[in-house]
């Protein structure tokens, strides 16, 4: 089966990135034309900053984008967008955003193979290709809609190892060139660069313990390092300066150790260099980088990681044990080459699962321990059809080595097509947009609720094009790319994020006058109670008074819970949480509305319970628009002083 794969290495290949970009297109046959997440929103927001500010300035170096965190993406789909305007706009802006991360998936699929091909067989390419096709955690980043850093750069990162294994087989300045330049562009397109950095790191360290040249080695990391301190975005490294130093320290005992002199002498250079990065890094953070508002993003406000881990593998995490034991038992250096970045980086990722996010390019390695199993169990069955076809003992059937190996085969069959049942099963669960929240009938139905489209299409049409809104972070850059209105606190900063939940947990009076003060037109708040979605600002309602607290002292947890513990939107519910302004605009009216069956009105499905205030007035706010589904409401800021109340009847 191993000779089959490579003799038709091409057409298996083929075969490999339709069924990759299949299950990578159907987010947009279930969605639409619609991004996933506020991520992909808020580079989409950048890449039309950049195009507007092109075609003003006619010059794409003179944007604020260069100082900006993960700013790659945004140039590249900028200057593709400027080619295809010069070609006659053949693509819409809208489309090619939509299908960029696609795009990327596939060059990533074929990426991959060249790494597993080069460094051991095109049948543990293959193998690659195809995990990587049907990974859930790979479909997830490069899937139609996720116009974000991790779908390019994963590529980026497949094309910087590949140009290490060369560097590694044919040193020469033109492969360390372009192995530097790959990294660079993947510094400033993806935070998790520093996983490359780390295992080039380690590698290095690991030719200087067996005593191998480590020359081309130490060239491209001063190299990368000297790359890293002449970059803008600097911010982004300095969490790793720690991790980067003590990789380079234990480096450098070992080449004291063989005695290396000249490649410790560049290393000392580099560590300086660090040393600088990290102190420039540090001083221009500006923002607000609390500990505790630090531990509360990574803790709530992101999955479980651990079990995201676990997730993103899908069925291909069985055969990880086995990829684990290929890949500490191969031999040879090429081989050893792609076992090293196939185990050091899945370990890696797996010590740093406090940032959910470097899990995205797990999925790379993954796919590269998962081809060394495949291989080994190819290579496995291969030897048994061997030895049956030898046989000439009378004693022995030759017939039952045969069975069993083409049993053996079969199960392998069933295995990958379990491996595409999986990333079809689980890639419309991970990619699933966050403003269209849907629902799944008895009948195997999904309900799409489109009321966030609704409600910006409302603002389009409805509001002056000079309206300033104001929303919680999480819809800030849906808003501001989709309603094409200006949103405070977006882009936000942690102290953004902070302001905007300390005036949703004041008083309506309060809140009102801030606003008033920063001219904000028009609040918009989501609402799950109708439909029973917890996804809803009321549902971060508890969050919201966590992150105040670090802006207002008097703001106090205790004084949001109910007297039997935890947050409430009953009658228990304290009178800070009723007084509040997202608790009003939530609930305002919503005690004539009903909900479910045999419940009284007012009913909240999402909270299971009866909301606490029936009846109350806004003195502040105007309610100009609810969603269908009352998924989204718009209020506007009414001018000074009161409004007047309308008459109630009960």
Request: neutral net charge; contains cysteine.
């Amino acid at each position: 089966m191993e000779a089959f794969l490579n003799n038709n290495a091409g057409f298996v290949l083929v075969t490999t990135l339709a069924i990759g970009i299949a299950l990578r297109l159907q987010p947009y046959s279930a969605n639409g034309n619609t991004l996933t997440n506020a991520n992909a929103y808020h580079h989409a927001n950048l890449v039309t900053q950049t195009v507007s500010s092109c075609a003003s300035s006619d010059s794409i170096f003179n944007l604020s984008l260069w100082h900006q965190s993960e700013f790659g993406l945004a140039v590249f789909a900028a200057l593709l967008h400027s080619v295809n305007t010069a070609a006659g706009s053949l693509v819409k802006l809208d489309h090619l955003l939509l299908f960029l991360p696609v795009f990327f998936g596939t060059l990533a699929i074929v990426t991959v193979y060249y790494i597993a091909a080069v460094a051991k067989t095109r049948a543990t390419g293959l193998f690659a290709a195809f995990t990587l096709a049907v990974l859930p955690g790979a479909i997830r980043t490069t899937s139609s809609g996720m116009f974000v850093p991790a779908s390019l750069g994963t590529l980026l990162l497949l094309l910087t190892i590949l140009a290490w294994i060369h560097v590694q087989l044919s040193p020469s300045l033109a492969t360390m060139a372009v192995c530097t330049f790959s990294y660079l562009l993947l510094a400033v397109t993806w935070e998790s660069h520093v996983v490359v950095l780390l295992l080039f790191s380690l590698h290095t360290l690991y030719l200087a313990f067996i005593k191998s040249t480590t020359k081309p080695s130490m060239t491209v990391l001063f190299a990368c390092l000297l790359g890293l301190k002449l970059l803008p975005n600097m911010a982004v490294t300095a969490m790793a300066s720690i991790e980067l130093t003590v990789i380079a320290l234990v480096l450098a005992t070992a080449l004291v150790a063989t005695k290396a002199w000249l490649p410790l002498a560049t290393l000392s250079i580099a560590l300086a260099l660090e040393h600088v990065l990290a102190t420039e890094s540090l001083s221009r953070m500006t923002s607000l980088t609390s500990n505790d508002i630090q531990a509360q993003l990574s803790t709530e406000h992101q999955a479980p990681a651990w079990g995201l881990a676990f997730v993103e593998t899908g069925a291909v995490g069985a055969l990880l044990p086995l990829g684990f034991l290929t890949a500490v038992r191969t031999t040879g250096q090429p081989h050893q080459m792609i076992s090293f970045f196939a185990l050091g980086g899945t370990v890696t990722i797996l010590l740093a699962c406090s940032r959910t996010g470097n899990f995205a390019c797990m999925a790379s390695f993954v796919a590269l321990l998962a081809a060394l199993a495949m291989t080994s169990v190819l290579q496995g069955i291969d030897l048994v059809v061997a030895k049956g076809s030898s046989r000439k003992e009378k004693k022995t059937d030759p017939a039952r080595h045969i069975w069993t190996a083409r049993s053996a085969q079969a199960v392998l069959l069933i295995a990958l097509l379990m491996g595409v049942a999986s990333g079809g099963w689980l890639s419309p669960l991970l990619t699933r947009p966050d403003t269209l929240p849907s629902v799944t009938l008895r009948n195997n139905t999904r309900l799409v609720y489109r009321d966030f489209a609704e409600a910006c299409d409302w603002l389009k049409h409805n509001t002056s094009e000079n309206a300033t809104l104001f929303s919680w972070v999480d819809h800030a850059a849906a808003l501001s790319y989709t309603a094409n209105r200006t949103v405070v606190g977006y882009p936000s900063s942690l102290m953004d994020l902070v302001f905007i939940a300390h005036t949703f947990v004041r008083s309506e009076q309060e809140a009102a006058l801030r606003l008033r003060h920063m001219g904000v037109d028009y609040v918009i708040v989501t609402f799950g109670g109708v439909i029973g979605s917890t996804a809803d600002d009321i549902g971060k309602f508890l969050w919201m008074v966590r992150a105040a607290q670090h802006w207002d002292p008097s703001v106090e947890e205790e004084d949001f819970v109910s007297p039997t513990g935890g947050f409430r939107i009953s009658g228990s519910a304290p009178d800070t949480v009723k007084d509040s302004l997202l608790y009003k605009l939530s609930y305002y009216d919503f005690a004539f509305k009903h909900t479910a069956a045999g419940k009284a009105r007012g009913w909240d499905r999402a909270r299971k319970a009866e909301v606490g205030r029936r009846l109350f007035e806004l003195q502040h706010f105007v309610p100009v628009f609810t969603s269908h589904n009352w998924l989204v409401r718009v209020y506007q800021v009414a001018a000074q002083g009161p409004r007047d109340t309308r008459f109630l009847q009960v």
